[in-house]
């Protein structure tokens, strides 16, 4: 690593010089390190990922530990497997707060996976910090943080693009079946009629099937000019393999929320064209962080969720040391505090939450998949 970025840690001290952040000039001291959880899908569907989430993760933990770590100890995280599944991230969760006694989790990915585990951690009065994305997580309770945009953002947006960049009237919808999936669909359906257009398909689907066909039969029966909606993982990569191959696609292509979910896996020349959102990851410390996750990993991140974990720790980790202390509690109140003079590298930079702990602001970057790779569009 060229240098350590000091990007959160920097910002932090300018605009709170009432406290020393990380202490004795980035010696730890020799103390149990202070521990914390993670929920991450190293394996299942979306375990591509999982890989650049658990990049992140270390990306930050080496900053964070090299600068001093908290309260003068260093930072471990305990990470867990979610497998994509709901049942086996609650259990993972069980397991880091009722054995590790950990005062914070971060994770989980898929709003399917959140919910329930975020009621449990709500419930037993730990944080957790996730980059899911439905707006039903604003009801999880006062220890639960959303430090990622929710769908009714994502999903509006990436409408409005359908129809500003495709002029599109006649759309088809196809979502995963989940907490995530049905989310992006109320929130497209609604955007749809408010602009006047027209809904011709409406199609979910479920995860882990070999085949996809009857379902790409139903979305493009009725002709749409434009599909919107969400693809996972592995899963997307069979749907427009069997797209592909069955010769069917949109008049005028497809737009999907979060795009990074869906052609990071995916077969090159079947998500050609392809067009969606995720969140800006352009300014100073979104590149440093680019450059330091092709340094460390000899290539550049596949996904967008690196990015999002990578706050998730420094803002653990800035909130701990706030506080000057590891409690639940205190990290809690803590996040409000911090959350708007860090200058994160996800979704904008702006990590404020609002009164719910939900992201305040998201900032969205419209790509499309070329030669296998998404790049900024420019119309």
């Not at 996976?113 to 009065?125: A, E």
Request: aromatic share 10%.
């Amino acid at each position: 690593m060229k240098q350590t970025n000091f990007f959160g840690l920097v910002l932090f001290f300018a605009s709170l010089v009432i406290i020393s952040l990380f202490v004795a000039s980035g010696a730890i001291q020799a103390k149990e390190p202070v521990k914390i959880g993670a929920i991450i899908p190293i394996t299942g569907t979306s375990e591509v990922e999982g890989q650049d989430m658990s990049r992140g993760l270390q990306i930050a933990l080496d900053e964070i530990n090299t600068a001093g770590g908290v309260l003068g100890r260093s930072l471990e995280v305990i990470v867990e497997d979610t497998e994509t599944r709901p049942k086996s991230g609650l259990d993972a969760v069980h397991k880091l707060i009722d054995i590790n006694k950990v005062p914070v989790i971060l994770g989980g990915y898929f709003s399917s996976v959140s919910l329930p585990t975020g009621n449990y951690s709500n419930s037993q009065g730990v944080v957790q910090l996730t980059w899911s994305t439905s707006p039903a997580l604003r009801k999880v309770g006062p220890f639960f943080f959303g430090i990622c945009g929710t769908d009714e953002l994502m999903a509006a947006n990436t409408v409005k693009f359908a129809i500003e960049d495709a002029r599109a009237k006649r759309f088809g919808i196809i979502v995963d079946n989940s907490a995530y999936g049905l989310g992006v669909l109320e929130f497209s359906k609604r955007e749809i009629k408010k602009a006047g257009g027209e809904i011709v398909a409406e199609v979910k689907y479920e995860r882990e099937k070999a085949d996809y066909r009857p379902e790409l039969q139903r979305v493009f029966a009725q002709k749409p000019e434009v599909v919107v909606g969400t693809l996972i993982g592995k899963d997307a990569r069979t749907i427009f393999k069997q797209a592909y191959e069955l010769g069917l696609k949109p008049q005028s292509g497809w737009y999907l929320s979060w795009i990074s979910l869906a052609t990071a896996p995916s077969i090159p020349e079947t998500v050609e064209g392809v067009k969606g959102l995720i969140g800006r990851l352009k300014g100073k410390a979104a590149n440093r962080f680019n450059e330091m996750y092709q340094e460390k990993y000899g290539a550049p991140p596949q996904t967008v969720w690196g990015h999002y974990i990578y706050d998730a720790v420094w803002l653990t980790a800035l909130a701990i040391n706030f506080a000057n202390s590891p409690e639940p509690k205190a990290i809690k109140d803590a996040l409000f505090k911090v959350a708007p003079v860090y200058r994160g590298v996800s979704g904008g930079g702006d990590k404020t939450f609002n009164a719910d702990g939900m992201q305040k602001y998201e900032v969205y970057q419209r790509m499309v998949c070329k030669n296998g790779k998404l790049v900024i569009y420019q119309k």
